[in-house]
């Protein structure tokens, strides 16, 4: 798949309506939703839960489709590609932080940080994956099981993971919510400091009030909407 310069708005919503069929009936979660993100901003989306903050992650990255309207990953019209062309937009430009880590747990740190690499056929992929490592300071636990890790310091391979490729656009899934407060927080500024430092695009579902406060936008869904929050 030939895939082109970005535009500056790399991703977007337009007229989205997802909807499921229940034994209850139809419900319809989203109706109408209208969304833009530039190139490197970052952007927190908040709200209750069961308001469907993951399930509107899961659209705009192409993991899943919409009932209605149009998505845009990266200049492209998720509904004109294959699956298999969409996974290959996802490997190329995008990246996942999520609450569980998704850590293979029979690999070791080194090996779950190469896995998106080697699959891209990166032939420094060791390389490149140790020198995340250490970036994220963990380069004497390369070696260790998910398992033999805090739950920290598995959260800090994923971010490693997520940044090796050197994605255009992370979508971070309550990155903090299996974590005490302290060991939060220093992956909250891990994480921001990382993507300040790549430029890449920030999409965060969020909970926590503090860490949408430090995105550059902060939108609520509500009611199958999003709406702009501004700042206290």
Do not use: Y
């Not at 993951?54 to 590609?81: F, K, N, V, W, Y």
């Not at 390389?127 to 963990?138: F, I, Y």
């Not at 993507?195 to 503090?210: C, E, P, R, V």
Request: aromatic fraction near 4%; include cysteine.
């Amino acid at each position: 798949m030939d895939i082109p310069h970005p535009d500056q708005v790399v991703v977007s919503a337009r007229r989205v309506g997802k909807k499921f069929h229940t034994q209850a009936g139809e419900l319809k979660l989203f109706e109408q939703l209208d969304l833009e993100v530039s190139r490197g901003e970052s952007v927190a989306i908040i709200g209750p839960s069961g308001a469907g903050k993951s399930t509107l992650l899961s659209l705009l990255a192409g993991l899943d489709q919409p009932s209605s309207g149009e998505i845009r990953l990266s200049g492209h019209d998720l509904a004109q590609l294959s699956e298999s062309d969409r996974a290959l937009l996802r490997s190329r430009s995008v990246s996942f932080v999520f609450q569980s880590f998704h850590l293979l747990p029979e690999l070791s740190a080194l090996d779950n940080v190469c896995l998106p690499l080697d699959i891209r056929g990166d032939r420094n992929a060791a390389d490149t994956a140790r020198q995340w490592l250490e970036r994220v300071g963990l380069s004497d636990r390369a070696d260790h099981l998910p398992a033999q890790l805090s739950g920290g310091e598995q959260q800090r391979v994923a971010i490693a993971r997520a940044f090796a490729t050197g994605p255009e656009i992370l979508f971070a899934d309550e990155p903090t919510g299996n974590l005490d407060s302290d060991t939060g927080a220093g992956i909250v500024d891990q994480l921001f400091a990382l993507n300040a430092q790549q430029g890449t695009t920030l999409i965060l579902i969020t909970h926590d009030a503090q860490l949408a406060d430090r995105c550059s936008r902060r939108l609520r869904l509500r009611q199958g909407q999003l709406q702009e929050v501004q700042p206290a």
